[in-house]
């Protein structure tokens, strides 16, 4: 019996707890950016510290109402590979930008958006014009779609990873490779040209920024944050 109770035990694999790093992860490099119980490390956007609607709770960071503004790091990343746990309130919308500069009035203005979003459409969805386009969670916002059965139900904690390194943008949503495409190639040019960012100056130009995690007015929930610099 204890030698079928130790093949057991070796056969689970071993999780981490939300915000903590696993003992890979650590080997690898990675640091958490979410001590779990403080903002420390967060401010709003072009603000000294976040805005009252950003909360901890449970563990989490919280939007919990709109008017928070975009919540961003207080350091900026070139390269790395961004890791988090995320979870949309029914009818929700966020996002997760990267390379953001704050000289523009908007994170957007400069950054590009992984998108958050409750995928599956419905009646009466706040946001169907976003699941009509396959502007869904998980995909290179308005330039790359992506599918609703990638994501988790509403309610359920989905697991995010971008991977940015030079021009190369890998994003993931639970395991599931959403858009691997370099930002100077020509395809993706013409996705680009196609998109709302058609035109714009400052999109995609930074080599480095702040991560923001957005507020679009509905409640979302952020926890497990991580990365790695490449």
């Known amino acids: 019996m204890k030698s079928i ?4 035990a070796m056969a689970i694999p071993a999780f981490s707890a939300p915000n903590e790093l696993s003992p890979e992860e650590k080997k690898d490099g990675f640091k958490l950016l979410f001590d779990g119980k403080t903002l420390k490390g967060w401010r709003t956007y072009k603000e000294k510290e976040a805005k009252e609607q950003w909360k901890v709770q449970d563990g989490a960071i919280v939007l919990t109402a709109g008017g928070g503004g975009d919540l961003i790091t207080d350091d900026e990343y070139a390269d790395f590979d961004f890791r988090c746990e995320w979870k949309i309130a029914d009818q929700g919308n966020s996002g997760i930008i990267w390379r953001s500069t704050e000289d ?3 994170p957007w203005m400069s950054g590009p958006e992984y998108q958050i979003l409750d995928s599956f459409d419905k009646p009466g969805h ?3 014009h976003e699941t009509k386009k396959a502007n869904v969670a998980g995909g290179f916002y308005d330039i ?5 059965e990638w994501s988790k139900p509403v309610g359920e904690w989905n697991e995010a990873r ?3 390194k030079g021009t190369k943008v890998t994003l993931y949503l639970n395991g599931n490779v959403t858009a691997d495409v ?4 020509d395809d993706f040019k ?4 196609k998109s709302k960012f058609k035109g714009w100056e400052f999109f995609n130009k930074a080599k480095k920024g702040h991560i923001v995690f957005q507020d679009h007015g509905d409640k979302v929930e952020f926890r497990s944050v991580r990365i ?3």
């Open 104 to 106: 523009h009035q908007y």
């Open 162 to 164: 971008l991977v940015i």
């Open 228 to 230: 790695k610099q490449l």
């Open 182 to 185: 370099d930002t100077e190639s």
């Open 144 to 148: 790359i779609p992506a599918k609703p």
């Open 190 to 193: 013409a996705m680009l040209d």
């Open 5 to 8: 109770l130790l093949l057991l």
């Open 126 to 128: 706040k946001y169907a």
